[in-house]
């Protein structure tokens, strides 16, 4: 590998970084004067306005698992990975803004499980927020364990530098300024994040001769043909993916999609933090717009590395899949424009784990220390709670790190985890959305069956006992059991018990009234380029045209 991943970096690539590292921290210290409540610190006193909430809500999606994790996709499984963004994501991030934001912007939630808590009950509400937080420190892990693999290889600093300088910014500017500081950093690294990943994406294309070129080299290698098309060799699992067409719309494109991106609270808390109703339901939909557009930057980079990187795809070493960026970064970046990709990386990284952090420290503060540990306290005491939350929540993702350094393409680790805590919760979502007969305990046993099903599932794949032919297969059909559960135990249950009353569930049930659309409108809310209908329908219609040229 003639000196493996390491970078030649000079002065003014650390002064970028160090440039990044100082804003990111003043954007910390200047949202601290805005902090004088509790919703102020955990939801930006919801007054942000829906550009803003738009880009962090995107933004908080491209960590470890966006740049890294889907450019090795792209290099292991080629245009299918597509199908993450395309159908994995657009038609559910449509759904959360037109359908699902007015029961959460408009019952007034603080959080996701304090949704499932009215609607269901405490039992429902506790098992919610310890299964999120968990599953947040395990997904921040991926993203710090990332961050300190790929400076280690690329710089040459230590593992437990790497992990201490990443984890220490992360915890400063979210612990000083709460979430409008995570906001507003986030914005701030979606357009550092393209900035480092364009110049890839361009390079890589010239070197190859351009997407034809690149297609053709495609066509020689390992990946052949199969690599360059999304539904066509979908009939039978004999495609790059190993998933049938069935396992991707119904496991990827319904349950892992629509359970990650409307019940996600990383993600949620993004629109919660909007000014208002309208502002809140356009806030996934403005960030479908850039989603649609991200596999240039992540996908096609892949592609290109697994054409010009000899050897990429070993089990392990600098030539496994995940390390396809970093070596096209090495490969094929000027200094200048190598400090801007690296800290590229470093934004991605933490404004994955950002998202992590800020919506674990809400979820404790709220939902589990104010509700069953300490009630009625002040502003101030809660406030103080959460910063205390935020370090432990770094410091147990610190220690998660580890756990991610087992999966040789992260991708498949995070999808694991997604169908066991994100399919269960989103089918128990939305049946108690749409069906007020669902009853509590419904809620409650629909939820926990779901959830261990899906890992029972991929327990059994690991130990051999179900024959999947990837891990990604083996994700799509686990959530769709555990969705299949989830709908089958809610309606036995529901049969036997009594569902609360119309006028408990009035604004947490659709059919039922109680949710205000219109009230506080501001000037301009009502244009119609603002639709939320509008911005959905084009969204999605790209999502579908995006496809044609390689179906």
């Known amino acids: 590998m003639d000196g493996g991943l390491r970078l030649d970096l000079n002065w003014l690539d650390y002064a970028l970084l160090a440039l990044y590292f100082v804003t990111v921290l003043g954007v910390g210290f200047a949202a601290r004067r805005a902090i004088k409540t509790s919703v102020d610190f955990f939801l930006s006193g919801r007054s942000l306005p829906a550009w803003v909430t738009g880009l962090a809500f995107v933004s908080a999606n491209l960590g470890a698992l966006e740049i890294i994790g889907m450019a090795a996709n792209g290099a292991q499984y080629g245009i299918m990975t597509t199908h993450y963004y395309w159908i994995g994501a657009v038609p559910a991030m449509v759904f959360l803004g037109i359908v699902m934001m007015p029961f959460y912007y408009g019952s007034k939630v603080r959080s996701v499980p304090e949704y499932l808590r009215r609607r269901f009950n405490t039992k429902a509400h506790l098992l919610n927020a310890i299964t999120f937080a968990v599953a947040q420190m395990l997904i921040a892990g991926v993203n710090l364990y990332a961050l300190a693999l790929v400076l280690d290889a690329l710089l040459g600093w230590p593992l437990w530098i790497s992990i201490i300088v990443g984890a220490a910014i992360v915890l400063t500017y979210i612990s000083i300024g709460g979430l409008t500081s995570a906001i507003y950093n986030e914005v701030l690294q979606f357009f550092v994040i393209l900035a480092g990943l364009i110049p890839i994406t361009v390079l890589g294309l010239v070197k190859v001769g351009g997407i034809n070129g690149l297609f053709d080299k495609v066509r020689e290698s390992d990946l052949g043909e199969a690599g360059l098309h999304a539904w066509s060799n979908t009939g039978s699992s004999d495609n790059p993916l190993g998933a049938h067409w069935l396992g991707i719309v119904f496991g990827l494109g319904f349950v892992l999609s629509f359970g990650y991106w409307t019940t996600n609270f990383a993600e949620v808390q993004r629109a919660l933090s909007a000014r208002n109703m309208s502002a809140a339901r356009r806030t996934p939909l403005i960030a479908a717009y850039p989603k649609l557009l991200i596999p240039l930057v992540t996908v096609i980079p892949g592609m290109i590395a697994v054409v010009t990187v000899q050897g990429l795809g070993a ?138 099903v899906a890992l029972a599932t991929y327990l059994l794949y690991l130990g051999g006992a179900l024959p999947f032919d990837t891990d990604l297969e083996e994700s799509f059909w686990g959530a769709g059991l555990a969705f299949v559960t989830v709908l089958v135990v809610a309606f036995v249950l529901s049969r036997f018990g009594q569902p609360k009353p119309d006028s408990e569930l009035r604004g947490l049930v659709r059919g039922l009234g109680g949710v205000d659309l219109k009230g506080d409108v501001i000037a301009g809310d009502t244009a119609w380029y603002r639709s939320p209908l509008l911005l959905g329908g084009i969204a999605l219609a790209l999502s579908l045209l995006f496809y044609i040229p390689v179906w």
């Open 315 to 452: 089990d392990e070493g600098d030539l496994v899949y995940n390390n396809a960026i970093p070596l096209l970064m090495r490969d094929l970046l000027p200094n200048g424009v190598l400090g801007i990709a690296v800290t590229g990386l470093m934004a991605s990284f933490m404004a994955g784990m950002a998202a992590n952090v800020s919506g674990f420290n809400t979820v404790f503060t709220y939902d589990i220390w104010q509700t069953y540990v300490k009630k009625e306290r002040s502003d101030d005491y809660y406030i103080r709670i959460g910063r205390i939350a935020t370090v432990g929540g770094i410091l147990v993702g610190i220690g998660t790190a580890f756990i991610a350094a087992g999966f040789s393409n992260i991708m498949n680790y995070i999808q694991a985890l997604f169908s066991v805590f994100n399919a269960p919760l989103f089918a128990t979502f939305i049946v108690g959305m749409f069906w007020k007969r669902m009853t509590a305990a419904a809620g409650f046993w629909s939820l926990l069956s779901g959830t261990v």
